[in-house]
């Protein structure tokens, strides 16, 4: 039986300011804190927890900086900061007494927490538990965690791709020789982009808590741990070989090397059953943070969509769809200019960024509007103005149109409103899949369409008359943020921007019954579209936008008669 595994977010105010901590759940009974390794996220616990649901509360909380948590903010994090976090966290929690199991860098901060809170754990199960000595650290520090630099053509993703997969080769993966040489199968190409998409997500802050594990020395809190500990890890992991350099273990502390993965986790199972904790208190809501976008995940019928808030200022609230493809990540950069004005509301769309996968063959136009008016009764922002941008401009239109109890005010951007012929020529070659490829190669076909976009339009037509002669914006870091966009959404995209394609706008906007204002950037590829657009509308013109993209909202808002 497979047990569901919901997402929240806790707000903390604590050693490091106001933050946010996106942690998994699952299960009933007692409490078990699951701690995951370095560069990845608690998504990697997820077959985990559905599996051990039957036993427990399972709490997994992602390390700070990684997953959807925020980051402590120094460049340089120690084991014990890291430990100090998890604590704020758990009080955040309510929780009481608990067990907890850590995998490698998880390992090494549940260990320092429970050194110093004894009363809280009931046990520990460390999954590789590692103690490097100086000479090993020094040239880890040195090889093992380079910075990520997105380059212009993308060569720094095959060179995250690779490291991904060299990891289960070699140990420490710049290694490369027979000492090295790992014995693990190499993942398949769906598992390294799992596993990629988390070292995407960290991104610049990748190397924190790996850098801390790095240094962390166990046996400084060994001697005086009070905690049941076991010890294990399963044969080819490298930090089995770790067991005998753990010289100040209290007695009582079991080790126990295992003979594949599979036992390493029954034998961490059977530790946690032997040592309960207390139940678990229900969720707490997510209190956001006063001054910035903050992070809630609503629990809709179709799945947990994930929105972005913030509720400083009086005038009217207004919600912000993306485009396909995109997030309320990157869609935030269309808000700075309403921070503090107005509540505001931007939400991942079904099957893009943190919200839940769509339905087989979504989403759809309408499967969006039915998600957006259940997320806009959630939050209580119903009087609101919509706004979208390309394809989430259609989503506010339609979810607009199926409101019978107000006219919502439109404020839309980059209509994808595209003659027939257009239209057949995106469906035939603007919409690839983008398929994991064991050498990577899928991500290079991501970065240059994504590069080819802000160069040509079509992005496919890379013809001299199809050049967009206006100065292109290619920074790399901006790229870097739409690539993981695209990637959070490999099929919903392609979906979304099809049923774009297809979506009767010319009747839709015709029939708005509020006021409505529609955009452009005087250099976007989306211009003439939009300006066909408005002709649908009896005295609609499309307003040409300038400035930086954080003005464009403010500027359409300006225009909406009456005032909204």
Not at 48 to 68: K, S, V
Request: contains cysteine; hydrophobic residues 45%.
């Amino acid at each position: 039986m497979s047990h569901a595994v919901t997402r929240h977010f806790v707000t903390i105010d604590g050693r490091w300011g106001p933050r946010q901590v996106h942690y998994r759940r699952a299960g009933q009974g007692p409490v078990v804190v699951l701690l995951h390794q370095s560069p990845q996220s608690s998504r990697e616990f997820i077959p985990l927890m559905q599996r051990w649901a039957l036993h427990f509360t399972l709490i997994a909380p992602d390390t700070p900086g990684y997953g959807q948590s925020d980051p402590l903010g120094p460049a340089t994090v120690g084991i014990d900061m890291l430990a100090t976090a998890l604590g704020e966290c758990i009080d955040a929690l309510g929780l009481r007494r608990f067990g907890v199991y850590g995998f490698h860098t998880g390992a090494s901060i549940g260990l320092w927490y429970a050194a110093g809170h004894p009363e809280r754990v009931t046990a520990l199960a460390a999954n590789g538990l590692a103690q490097f000595d100086g000479a090993e650290r020094r040239l880890m520090l040195a090889q093992y965690l380079p910075r990520i630099v997105p380059a212009w053509d993308g060569s720094h993703l095959a060179w995250m791709w690779a490291r991904m997969r060299e990891q289960a080769i070699f140990f420490p993966w710049h290694e490369r020789n027979a000492a090295a040489r790992l014995s693990f199968d190499v993942p398949p190409a769906a598992a390294l982009q799992s596993a990629f998409m988390e070292f995407l997500r960290a991104g610049d802050h990748y190397a924190t808590a790996y850098a801390a594990a790095l240094e962390a020395q166990p046996d400084d809190v060994l001697a005086g741990l009070r905690v049941p500990l076991l010890v294990t890890a399963a044969a080819g992991d490298p930090l089995q070989a770790h067991f005998a350099r753990l010289r100040k273990a209290p007695q009582g502390v079991e080790f126990a090397a295992a003979p594949d993965r599979e036992a390493a986790l029954d034998r961490c199972l059977t530790q946690l059953l032997a040592h309960r904790g207390d139940p678990a208190p229900a969720p707490v809501a997510t209190r956001l943070i006063p001054g910035r976008l903050g992070n809630r995940m609503l629990n809709l019928p179709a799945g947990q969509m994930r929105v972005r808030m913030q509720l400083e200022g009086n005038g009217r609230p207004l919600v912000l769809l993306h485009d396909a493809g995109r997030s309320a990540d990157t869609a935030g950069r269309l808000v700075g200019g309403l921070a503090g004005t107005r509540p505001l509301l931007v939400a991942d769309l079904p099957g893009h960024g943190e919200s839940a996968p769509a339905a087989h063959g979504g989403p759809d136009i309408g499967a969006c509007a039915e998600a957006l008016r259940q997320a806009i009764g959630d939050t209580g922002l119903e009087a609101c103005v919509l706004a979208g941008q390309g394809a989430g401009s259609y989503v506010a239109l339609e979810t607009s149109r199926r409101d019978s109890h107000r006219a919502h005010p439109l404020a839309l951007l980059d209509l994808p409103f595209l003659g027939d012929e257009a239209c057949a020529a995106f469906r035939a070659q603007g919409l690839p899949a983008i398929e994991p490829q064991w050498h990577g190669g899928h991500l290079l076909q991501a970065w240059h369409l994504l590069r080819d976009g802000r160069l040509f339009f079509p992005w496919f037509d890379r013809r001299g008359a199809s050049a967009r002669r206006i100065a292109p914006d290619l920074d790399e870091r901006r790229l870097q943020e739409d690539l993981l966009d695209l990637l959070r959404a490999p099929e919903a995209w392609r979906n979304l921007f099809a049923a774009a394609l297809d979506y009767p706008a010319a009747e839709a906007l015709a029939g708005q019954r509020g006021p409505v204002a529609i955009g452009a950037a005087a250099g976007s590829a989306w211009l003439a579209a939009t300006q066909d657009a408005a002709r649908c509308r009896p005295g609609l013109t499309a307003g040409l936008l300038s400035g930086a993209d954080a003005g464009w909202l403010p500027a359409l808002l300006g225009s909406l008669q009456p005032p909204a």
